[in-house]
C-alpha cells in the first residue's frame, strides 16, 4: 500500500505507543483520585499539557484537552455565540466559505439560535483578504474564525493580519490549526491568536484526542458540564494515554519540524512538476508554493469522475483522498473548490494527495505511472473528451482546462 492522504490522518508513531501503554494497565489511575496512582496520572497530564504548551510559545494553563478538533472548534464557536445572546440579544460572526464543516456547521446552528454569520469569499488560490474581514465588522461581532490551513486545498492563510485587525477592534479571534499544526511552525504569541484548535491524530498521534488553546485573559463558558476538569470549563474523566500520546507525539513532530517541511516540500514540488508536465488537462488547485502546506497536493482532472480514478488508484494499492475525508459519501462538489471558483465538471474531477513522513519519491513514481494509466483509460472512455480533442488536436502536458 502506498499511503497518500495523510490530511485524512497518520499512522501513529511506535514511540507514542510506547509512551501510551503504561497508562492502560500499570498507571490506569484517575487523575482526579487523591492517592498515589492518581496522583501519578494527574502529573502524566500537567507534564504533557507544559510539553503542548511549549511547542507554541503558550502557558500550561491555557491549554484545555478535548477529544478533536471538532469539539475544539464547536466549544469556541458555540459558547461565545450563545453567550453573546443571551447577554446582548445580538450576535455577529466573521468566518470563511472554505472553513471545515466542524467550523461552518456550528456557524450554521447558531444562526438558527438568532446570530448573523458573515462567510467571507476567498480568491481563486484560496487566500481570505484581511481587508475584507475588516470591512466585515460590527459593533456585535463577537469572533472572528479563520482556518490556519486549508485542509483540502493546503493554502495558509494570512492569520497575523487578520489577528492585528481583530485585536484592534478587541474581538476574539479562533484559528482551526488542524491541518497545520506540527506540519508548519506557530507561534500563538507572535502570530497573535486567541483561540485555537488542534487535533492529535494529524500528526501521528491518537485519534479522540486534541486540544484548545486559550489566551490567558479570554473569557469562555464550560462546554461540557459535569467534574472540575480542565480548571471547571470540560468535565468528564480525562484520557490520559491519548493526551500522555498526543504531548509525545507533538514533541516529535516539533523536533523534527524544519527537516521534515524540508524533505516534504522537495517531495510535493517533484509530484507537482511531473503531473503538469506528463498529464494535460489538470489544474493545480491552492496557492503558490510559499504559502501553501509542505504535504498539501491538489489536482482537477479534466474529463475524469475523481470516484473513478479513486477506485483505479485504490485497485493499484494507492490511497488518495477526492476531497476532506469528513466529507466522504457527499455527492455534492466540494465547497472548498466551488468557492475558489471552479466548475462542477472540475470539481468532480479532483484528487488530494497529502505526503508524510513515510512517503518517498519512489512511491510518487509509481503513483504517477498508475495516475496517468488511469486518466487516459477514463478519457478514453469519455465522449466530451474525444469531442476536446477533434476540437484542440493535438492536446498537450499543461494545457488547462476550466
Known sequence: MIYLDYAATTPQREEVTQAMLPYFSEQ??????????????????????????STINALDKEIYFTSGGTESNNWVIKTLAQDRIKNNGKCHIITDAIEHHAVLNSCKEMEAWGCDVTY?????????????????????????????????????QPVRQIALIAKER????????????????????????DLMSVSGHKFY???????????????????MNGGMQEKGLRAGTEN????????????????????EMKREISLRDYFINRIRQEIPLVKLNG????????????FSFGFVESESLLIMLDMKGICVSAGSA?????????????AIGLSEE???GTLRFTIGRHTTRKDLDYVLCELKEAVENLRAASIKYEEYIKKYQPVSAGRILY
Open 170 to 193: 478587541n474581538i476574539p479571534f479562533h484559528v482551526d490549526a488542524v491541518q497545520a499544526y506540527g506540519h508548519m511552525p506557530i507561534d500563538v504569541k507572535e502570530l497573535g491568536i
Open 120 to 156: 467571507l469569499p476567498v480568491d481563486d488560490k484560496g487566500r481570505v483578504n484581511p481587508e475584507a474581514v475588516r470591512r466585515a465588522i460590527r459593533p456585535d461581532t463577537a469572533l472572528i474564525s479563520v482556518m490556519m490551513a486549508n485542509n483540502e486545498i493546503g493554502t495558509i
Open 346 to 348: 472540475m470539481a468532480n
Open 287 to 298: 496557492a503558490d508554493a510559499d504559502e501553501r502546506l509542505a504535504n498539501n497536493i491538489n
Open 326 to 338: 469528513c466529507a466522504t459519501g457527499d455527492k455534492k462538489p466540494s465547497h472548498v473548490l466551488m
Open 205 to 223: 498521534g491518537p485519534k479522540g484526542i486534541g486540544f484548545l488553546y486559550i489566551r490567558d485573559g479570554i473569557t469562555i463558558n464550560r462546554f
Open 240 to 259: 490520559v494515554a491519548s493526551i500522555v500520546g498526543m504531548a509525545k507525539a507533538s514533541s516529535l513532530a516539533i523536533e523534527e519540524l524544519e527537516a
Open 28 to 53: 490506569f489511575g484517575n487523575p482526579s483520585s487523591a492517592y498515589e496512582i492518581g496522583r501519578e496520572s494527574k502529573k502524566a497530564i500537567m507534564e504533557a499539557r507544559r510539553s503542548i504548551a
